[in-house]
RNA sequence: GCCCCUGUAGUUAAAUGGUAUAACGUAUCCAUGGUAAGGAUGAAUUUCCAGUUCAAUUCUGGGUGGGGGCACCA
C-alpha cells in the first residue's frame, strides 16, 4: 500500500495502488483540475500512470517548465494528428518540444503552404473539442517494426529499429490515432487548451544529415493561456523591430546589393560608427602591448597549400588567376600573412611574447543559404591577432586575452559572457601529441579564468582548439563573438622559429584571438542590443544642430565648427523644414542628442539640449556643453 | 548548397493580360517657424533572360537577389 510523499514533505497513505490523478484529488479539486504530470521519484509519468509503492511525488501544472513543455509535446502530436487527417499518406518522423514551442518533421510529397497551416490549426482546434483519451501501450519491438511498415511509416519503423534492444517500445495513443513516443502525455486532447498557434514552414533533413533527404517541418508555439501566447507574439514582434538590417536602412548606414551578395556597402554613417570601433580597439590593444600591422588581401597559393589552408579550407576561398596564369587566393584568414612578418628578420626568446594586431579584411565563400544581413557575411573585418609566444607562455597569454575581451564587451554594454570550450575536429593538421599539449594548455587558461564554461567537442580549428566568447544582448539572445585558438601547428609548417637561450632555434607557440569576431557582425549585434539607440560615444553621429529659422544659420554653423573641433561628430540641419519637422527626423533617425539654436542661444553664447527620448529643453554655455560632452565622448574604461 | 516563400519609384506598400497607384522621401516655389510631420506643384517605378500571347509587370520556365528554416559557420 503506498506512502506518497509530496515535495514539501507530507504524507499520505493510500489503502491501493493509485494514479497520479487520485493522488492529485486527494490534494485539492484544484490541483485536480491544474495537473497535467507528474514526477514519481523524479521521473516524468502520466498522471494516468499507476504507483504501487511508496514514491516521492510531484504534480505539474502549466506554471510549471515540465506543465508547459508536456503540453507542447502533446501539441506536436495533435500537429501530427492533424495533418494525417487533413493529408493521408504523410508520414511522421520526429516532433519535439524545442524552446517556446515545438515542431514535427513530416515527409509529404507536396509541400505545405502557409494556407495550409490555417487549415491544420482549424483541424487540431477540432481535435482538441474532440477531447481524445490518451493511452499507453508498450509493444514489443518487431511487431512495432511490423506494424508502422505495413501501415506505411517507414520513418517510424526505422526509428525504432535504432532503439536499443531491451529498451521498451512505448505506442501512445490519442484516440485511434498513436505515435511511438517516450511520454509523457497530458491525460486528453482538450488538456493542451487552444493557446497554440503554427508559426512556419521548412524543410530540414531527415536525422540533420544534409546527405539525406528533405523533410517538411512545421513549426509551432504553444502556450497554457491566451496571454503568454500573446505575449510571445508580441515579444516576436518587438525583436523583429531591433531588426539591424532595418534599423540599418532606417538609420541610413549601409546596404546590401545584387552585385556583391553577402558584401556590406557601408554609408557614411555606418562607416564611422566601424572607425569609431577601429579607433577604440586600437587604444585598448595599444595599451595592451599590441603591435599592429598589415598584410596583403591577395597572397600565391603556394602559401596556402604550405599552410594547409588550400587543403581543408579550399571550398570556402575565392582565388584569382592573373593574366600571366598565377593563381592567388584572397585571404580568407590572415594569419599566414602575419606570420610572414614574424619571419621576416631573426626572433629572439627576448622578443616573446610578440602579439602583432590587425584589423584584416578577409573574404571566405559562405553557403548562400547562410548569409545573413551584417551576421553572416562573405566578406568582412576581422580585428584579428597573432601572439607569438612558448609553450610556458600560453596559458599566462590566454589569460591577458581574456580580461582584454571582458573590458572590452563590458565598454560597449555586454555584463554576461560565458565561454564555449571546443576541442579536436576530425578534419584536422598536426600530430595528436601536438594537440595534446594544446588543449592541455587551453583548458588550463579557461579553468584559471574561473568563468563559465561549456564543452563542444570537436569543433576546434583545422589548426588548433579554441575558446569562444559568448555575450547575451539586452533580450536574453546569445551571440558567438570572440574567439581564442591555440596553435601549434602553423608556425612549424610555416617556418616560424625563434632563438632561444641555448643558441638553438624553436619553433613558437602561435595563439590566434579576435575580439568582436568580425566587425560587421559585432556591428550587428550592437544596433540590435541598442535597438539602434547607440551609446553617445560610438553613435555615428553624435549632434544635430537645428536653427529654429534662417536667421539662425551662422550661429549654428559656428556652434558646428566649434562642436566638431572638440571631436563630437556633428552636423547642421539647414534644409527648409520648420523645427517640429526637423526634431521629428532626427529623433527618428536616433540621434543622441539634438541641439536648438535661436534668439535666445545667439544672445547668450549658447545651445539648447535635446536629448533623444526625452522632450526636456536644457539651455547650456556652449562652452560647457563642449566641456561636458568631451567627456561622455570615451568608452567607460578608457 | 537544400526546402518553402518572395522581388513594383530612394523607402513602405497598392493594382492590372492592354506599360501602373498612394504615402513618405526628393526637386522647385510659397511659408521663417521655439521642441515629434506647414502648404502648392513636379520628376521618378514593374530584378534579369527565355517562352506562351495580337499584347506580359501580371501566366510558364530558368537565372539572380532577398526572407524563413535545414545543413554549414574552418
Redesign the pocket.
Known amino acids: 500500500m503506498p506512502n506518497i510523499t509530496l515535495p514539501d514533505g507530507k504524507k499520505i497513505k493510500f489503502d491501493k495502488k493509485v494514479s497520479g490523478i487520485e493522488i492529485s484529488e486527494k490534494i485539492s479539486k484544484s490541483l485536480s483540475k491544474q495537473a497535467l504530470v507528474m514526477s514519481v521519484d523524479g521521473n516524468l509519468k502520466d498522471l494516468s500512470f499507476i504507483i504501487e509503492n511508496d514514491s516521492k511525488v510531484k504534480i505539474f501544472t502549466s506554471k510549471d517548465a515540465e506543465g508547459l513543455e508536456t503540453i507542447r509535446h502533446d501539441t506536436a502530436h495533435i500537429l501530427a494528428m492533424a495533418v494525417q487527417e487533413l493529408f493521408p499518406g504523410t508520414q511522421v518522423t520526429i516532433g519535439p518540444v524545442i524552446e517556446n514551442g515545438f515542431?514535427y518533421d513530416f515527409a509529404r510529397k507536396d509541400?505545405?503552404?502557409?494556407n495550409d497551416l490555417k487549415k491544420i490549426e482549424n483541424k487540431m482546434k477540432e481535435i482538441v473539442e474532440r477531447d481524445e483519451l490518451t493511452r499507453f501501450e508498450v509493444w514489443d519491438r518487431d511487431k512495432a517494426i511490423e506494424h508502422f511498415k505495413k501501415i506505411g511509416e517507414n520513418y517510424k519503423a526505422e526509428i525504432i529499429k535504432d532503439i536499443p534492444h531491451g529498451e521498451k517500445i512505448s505506442i501512445y495513443f490519442h484516440g485511434k490515432w498513436h505515435d511511438l513516443c517516450r511520454g509523457p502525455h497530458l491525460l486528453s486532447t482538450a488538456k493542451i487548451g487552444k493557446f497554440f498557434k503554427l508559426?512556419?514552414?521548412?524543410?530540414?533533413?531527415w536525422r540533420?544529415?544534409?546527405n539525406n533527404e528533405?523533410l517538411?517541418?512545421i513549426?509551432g508555439t504553444s502556450w497554457a493561456s491566451q496571454k503568454e501566447l500573446d505575449d510571445y507574439l508580441k515579444r516576436i514582434e518587438e525583436a523583429e523591430k531591433r531588426?539591424h538590417?532595418?534599423l540599418g536602412?532606417?538609420m541610413d548606414l549601409f546596404?546590401?546589393?545584387?552585385e556583391s551578395?553577402?558584401a556590406v556597402f557601408w554609408h557614411n554613417k555606418g562607416w564611422a560608427l566601424f572607425q569609431k570601433l577601429v579607433s577604440y580597439m586600437r587604444v585598448k590593444q595599444e595599451n595592451a602591448e599590441y603591435k599592429e600591422i598589415n598584410t596583403p588581401e591577395i597572397l600565391d597559393r603556394s602559401l596556402w597549400e604550405k599552410s594547409g589552408?588550400w587543403e581543408?579550407?579550399g571550398?570556402?576561398m575565392y582565388t584569382s588567376t592573373t593574366p600571366d596564369e598565377k593563381v592567388f587566393a584572397i585571404k580568407?584568414?590572415n594569419c599566414p600573412g602575419c606570420v610572414q612578418v614574424y619571419n621576416q628578420g631573426l626572433k629572439s626568446y627576448r622578443d616573446l611574447p610578440l602579439k602583432m594586431s590587425e584589423f584584416g579584411k578577409?573574404h571566405?565563400?559562405?553557403?548562400?543559404?547562410?548569409?545573413?544581413?551584417l551576421l553572416?557575411v562573405r566578406a568582412f573585418t576581422q580585428d584579428d591577432a597573432h601572439i607569438f609566444c612558448t609553450e610556458d607562455q600560453i596559458t599566462e597569454e590566454c589569460l591577458s586575452v581574456t580580461n582584454l575581451i571582458l573590458e572590452i564587451y563590458k565598454d560597449l554594454g555586454f555584463e554576461n559572457v560565458i565561454l564555449k570550450y571546443?576541442d579536436r575536429?576530425e578534419v584536422r593538421v598536426g600530430e595528436d601529441s601536438v594537440w595534446d599539449k594544446s588543449e592541455t594548455a587551453l583548458l588550463k587558461a579557461i579553468k584559471e579564468s574561473k568563468l563559465e564554461y561549456s564543452i563542444n567537442k570537436g569543433?576546434?580549428?583545422?589548426?588548433g582548439p579554441?575558446i569562444?566568447f559568448v555575450l547575451t544582448d539586452a533580450i536574453g539572445r546569445d551571440w558567438?563573438c570572440g574567439?581564442l585558438?591555440v596553435d601549434l601547428n602553423l608556425p612549424g609548417r610555416l617556418g616560424a622559429t625563434y632563438v632561444d637561450k641555448d643558441g638553438g632555434k624553436k619553433v613558437p607557440v602561435m595563439l590566434h584571438r579576435a575580439l568582436f569576431g568580425s566587425l560587421e557582425r559585432f556591428i550587428g549585434i550592437l544596433i540590435e542590443h541598442y535597438s539602434g539607440k547607440l551609446p553617445f560615444w560610438i553613435s555615428p553621429l553624435q549632434t544635430m544642430i537645428i536653427?529654429?529659422?534662417?536667421?539662425?544659420n551662422d550661429y549654428s554653423k559656428s556652434v558646428n565648427s566649434k562642436i566638431k573641433r572638440a571631436g563630437i561628430s556633428s552636423d547642421v540641419d539647414l534644409?527648409?523644414?520648420?523645427?517640429?519637422?526637423k526634431?521629428?527626423?532626427h529623433?527618428?533617425s536616433k540621434l543622441p542628442i539634438?541641439l536648438?539654436?535661436?534668439?535666445?542661444?545667439?544672445d547668450t553664447n549658447s545651445v539648447?539640449?535635446?536629448r533623444?527620448?526625452s522632450?526636456k529643453?536644457e539651455?547650456m554655455q556652449l562652452e560647457k556643453f563642449i566641456k561636458e560632452f568631451s567627456i561622455l565622448n570615451k568608452a567607460p574604461s578608457l
Not at 508559426?199 to 533533413?205: C, Q, R, S
Not at 569543433?459 to 589548426?463: D, I, P, R, S
Not at 536653427?547 to 539662425?552: T, Y
Open positions: 515542431y509541400p505545405f503552404t502557409e508559426t512556419k514552414v521548412a524543410g530540414a533533413y540533420g544529415d544534409s528533405m517538411q517541418r513549426y531588426d538590417r532595418k536602412k532606417e546596404h546590401f546589393r545584387e551578395p553577402g589552408h581543408k579550407f571550398e570556402n580568407p584568414m578577409v571566405r565563400y559562405e553557403p548562400s543559404g547562410a548569409l545573413h544581413g553572416r571546443s575536429p569543433e576546434g580549428a583545422f589548426y579554441k569562444e558567438q574567439t585558438q536653427p529654429v529659422s534662417d536667421e539662425f534644409k527648409s523644414h520648420n523645427l517640429n519637422y526634431i521629428r527626423e529623433s527618428l539634438l536648438i539654436c535661436g534668439k535666445k542661444e545667439v539648447t539640449i535635446r533623444l527620448d522632450n529643453q539651455n
